[in-house]
């Protein structure tokens, strides 16, 4: 069985001043803090949910 592909999402812009739905993707993406660090699936809603808040996020 092959190996599931992730992608590493890390916070670089705060959340404040932003749309409530943009605070809320970036939570659902597990981000807290500035510089937190989440490992996700890559799967489309996953690449979608980076997508609306590519601003504040880096992919590594």
Do not use: F
């Not at 993406?29 to 799967?43: A, C, H, Q, Y």
Request: no cysteine; hydrophobic share 40%; glycine share 6%.
């Amino acid at each position: 069985m092959a190996d599931k592909q992730t992608l590493k999402v890390k916070l670089v812009r705060s959340v404040i001043g932003t749309k409530q739905s943009h605070r809320d993707t970036v939570r659902g993406l597990g981000l807290r803090k500035l510089n937190s660090e989440s490992v996700l699936e890559d799967t489309p809603a996953v690449r979608g949910m980076i997508n609306k808040v590519a601003y504040l996020v880096k992919v590594l």
